[in-house]
């Protein structure tokens, strides 16, 4: 009886294993998605096609694609598969959005604290500093999780071969020394 409870416990364990993987790449995914969708959105607020975006905004645009085509282009230097870079690069921009989400809501409940209550004119006044935090926020995530080459290559020094020498048996059976590489 103790083996069968063993297995079941096991296909139970990798089941809920499989199952919350999938939840948290599916999670992960639409809310990176989601953050990387809402950017352009929020930029052409007003429908008023390319007048409708200022300088800051048009910066922080060219850094996103700098810095999206930065982490893509390590990311072949260092040979990750496709899969890992989009894993990486979902989980930094899901795990900056949800940071700055949590920080972002503390500053609202601080202010409500203090003021016992906000209205709209609280969110309309702070909306585009919002919005350029979190753009800038994103992209220092993704910024920071672009994989980067070694910087020491992981060579191990070579043996210099030493002249051989008959003088005498225990002379030509010692193994030739080890020096270091200069770099």
């Given at each position: 009886m103790k083996p069968l409870l063993n297995t079941l416990d096991i296909i139970l364990g990798h089941f809920v294993r499989g199952l919350i993987t999938f939840f948290l790449y599916v999670f992960i995914g639409l809310l990176a998605a989601a953050s990387l969708l809402l950017i352009p959105i929020s930029f052409f607020e007003y429908n008023s096609g390319i007048a409708d975006l200022d300088l800051a905004e048009i910066g922080l645009f060219i850094l996103l694609l700098a810095t999206v085509w930065r982490f893509y282009n390590r990311c072949q230097h260092v040979a990750l598969t496709w899969w890992q870079g989009l894993k990486r690069f979902a989980l930094?921009?899901?795990?900056?959005?949800?940071?700055?989400?949590?920080?972002?809501?503390?500053?609202?409940?601080?202010?409500?604290?203090?003021?016992?209550?906000?209205?709209?004119?609280?969110?309309?006044?702070?909306?585009?500093?919002?919005?350029?935090?979190s753009v800038l926020f994103s992209i220092v995530a993704i910024y920071a999780a672009t994989p980067l080459p070694s910087l020491v290559k992981d060579k191990e020094p070579e043996l210099?071969?030493?002249?051989?020498?008959?003088?005498?048996?225990?002379?030509?059976?010692?193994?030739a020394p080890v020096l270091p590489q200069s770099i």
């Open positions: 930094a921009v899901a795990v900056a959005e949800l940071i700055y989400t949590f920080i972002y809501f503390h500053i609202v409940h601080f202010v409500i604290s203090e003021q016992g209550e906000i209205g709209v004119a609280f969110f309309e006044r702070n909306t585009d500093l919002e919005i350029f935090t210099i071969d030493a002249p051989q020498s008959s003088f005498n048996d225990e002379q030509a059976q010692t193994p």
